[in-house]
């Protein structure tokens, strides 16, 4: 990355070369196809995966190696298969992949490609990771639930699916609506800047505060936000958001240049038009900060500028974050607190029943959980019921996924409120998996000081200043109103943490009582449930 070096020790903005820009630009992964390789009574649904890679979580104590079926199950297509770890070290087939956390299975990356010369005559194009899935259950006579498919999960503000849209340059004249309400789906208001969507906005008064000195004993509250990173900006300083959170000096998470947080147009179109995810991990630390201004936050770039991230990668990070608490509870070097962690992503499971998925991201998450920190996640924006990891990984009321009370701190899932709070916006997810509601559309939080491409309608310079009509797409002003439950999440883990302040001890001997940490974590989120719920009007019944 010596382009990088050198923008930054000139000062300039780093430039992307056009193939760069494209191939950002390309949809990452597949859509499954529910008619393809049928198997028994697995119902499959639509979902987004990489095609050419599953994730094996192997023991060891397996009667059948799960990897013996794949490699069969690959072959009958041509198709080669090799094993490696998450971090890309190659392994043997009866090589075990280190555990992600002490008591969980190690997880394999089982990477698919063409022969070189098929044997069994032309193999189909590009190799397939659900007709290799499917075709090793047949083997098995089982659902496999050891082996998934490596998924794509979206970071989704309201009217951004990448699953949607095959080719990303649909649009080749940036200015081809003159009527402004052309939209027959209500759901496109939350999406359409001047009807809801993202635009800015002028926040006036003082920021959040915090009491200097603390008013209380006992350390900060600490919000983990698993994102896209966070820009700068006045409200959210270096000694209240960690931008580089580290585990035994390297980095988790994405560390690469390509960061939304900075660079406000990285793919697409040379039309200046801004990213749709562009900004929004400083939108939702923003959203923290308002709600309890004395918490810390720890801010990990997960998602390309897409808002795309593998699910491998997300589980490796959130093992990190497992790993940092799990030192700090032991009184380990290298730890750190963590006592919230909000999750404005998700994803679509093609077998969300009990038996026919991976546990991986649940246990990792009740891992944490296990040690006191709270999980809270966003229910996605595709106005649905079909229930979303990681929100639905839960035991609410009626669940297929067969999961069980487990005494730990709460799991919150959280769907979106209109503004008077009256009503669930229409975009949001619902369900009996839904735990919680609260505000999520045209919300007002902070953005970096981007600007785009749109001008303003009119301009009419006079005495000497310029004036015009409000620029669309101009975020100088470090404010801006947008909607999601990407939105509403981080709202409701500002209120856990605001009832955790207080509540935390500082000390080794504190830290190292994992027991007492659950107990205190689980009243702040029934406090913090109590005052989202009560404040919740959009009940009909």
């Known amino acids: 990355m010596a382009d990088d070096d050198d923008a930054r020790a000139s000062g300039q903005p780093r430039r992307w070369t056009w193939q760069e820009r494209a191939e950002g630009s390309i949809p990452r992964g597949a859509m499954l196809d529910p008619e393809t390789e049928p198997v028994g009574d697995v119902r499959p649904f639509p979902t987004a995966y990489i095609p050419d890679q599953l994730l094996v979580a192997r023991t ?174 006045a409200w959210l300083p270096d000694d209240i958001v960690t931008r580089r959170v580290e585990l035994d000096g390297r980095p988790i998470g994405l560390t690469d240049a390509a960061d939304p947080e900075v660079h406000p147009d990285l793919f697409g179109p040379l039309d200046g038009e801004i990213d749709p995810v562009a900004g929004h991990g400083t939108f939702i630390a923003g959203i ?133 709070a009256r009503s669930v916006a229409l975009f949001s997810n619902v369900g009996p998996w839904v735990r919680t509601f609260a505000v999520g559309a045209s919300v007002v939080s902070t953005s970096p000081a981007f600007v785009g491409g749109l001008q303003p309608t009119s301009r009419d310079d006079r005495y000497g200043r310029r004036r015009q009509t409000v620029d669309p797409d101009d975020y100088r002003g470090g404010f801006a109103v947008w909607s999601g439950t990407s939105f509403s999440a981080p709202l409701v883990a500002g209120h856990v943490a605001r009832e955790l302040d207080g509540s935390l001890a500082d000390g080794e001997a504190a830290a190292r009582d994992a027991g007492a940490a659950v107990a205190v974590a689980r009243a702040a989120a029934e406090r913090a449930l109590a005052a989202v719920d009560a404040a919740d009007q959009s009940r009909t019944d």
Request: aromatic share 4%; charged share 25%; proline share 9%.
């Open 288 to 420: 923290v900060r308002q709600a309890a201004p004395e918490a810390d936050i720890l801010s990990v770039r997960v998602a390309d500028a897409m808002g795309v991230v593998a699910e491998d990668m997300l589980l490796t990070v959130v093992a990190d974050i497992v790993e940092l608490v799990r030192r700090h509870r032991a009184g380990e070097k290298g730890g750190r607190p963590i006592d919230v962690l909000s999750l404005s992503l998700s994803y679509y499971h093609e077998t969300p029943v009990d038996g026919q998925f991976s546990t991986t991201l649940h246990d990792l998450l009740a891992a944490a959980r296990a040690l006191g920190c709270t999980v809270v996640c966003s229910a996605g924006n595709d106005a649905v019921d079909r229930p979303a990891f990681p929100a639905a990984l839960w035991e609410w009321p009626g669940s297929p996924l067969g999961l069980e009370e487990d005494g730990n701190a709460a799991h919150i899932s959280v769907g979106a409120l209109n503004p008077s």
């Open 60 to 233: 060891g104590a397996e009667e059948v190696s799960p990897v013996a079926l794949l490699r069969r199950a690959a072959d009958a297509f041509d198709w080669r298969l090799r094993i490696e770890a998450l971090d890309g070290r190659d392994l043997e087939d009866d090589e075990l992949p280190p555990p992600l956390q002490p008591g969980l299975p190690g997880v394999a990356r089982a990477v698919l490609s063409v022969a070189d010369e098929p044997v069994r005559g032309e193999s189909p194009r590009g190799p397939d990771a659900w007709r290799v899935l499917q075709r090793a259950r047949l083997l098995a006579k089982s659902t496999l639930p050891e082996v998934g498919l490596n998924h794509l999960v979206s970071i989704d503000p309201v009217g951004l699916n990448p699953f949607t849209h095959t080719n990303p340059f649909t649009r080749t004249n940036p200015f081809t609506r003159t009527n402004p309400f052309t939209r027959t789906n209500p759901v496109g208001e939350y999406a359409t800047p001047g009807h809801g969507g993202r635009q800015p906005i002028a926040r006036l008064g003082e920021g959040p505060v915090r009491a200097e000195p603390r008013r209380v004993k006992g350390r900060r509250a600490v919000v983990a936000i698993l994102d896209t990173g966070c820009g700068a900006h």
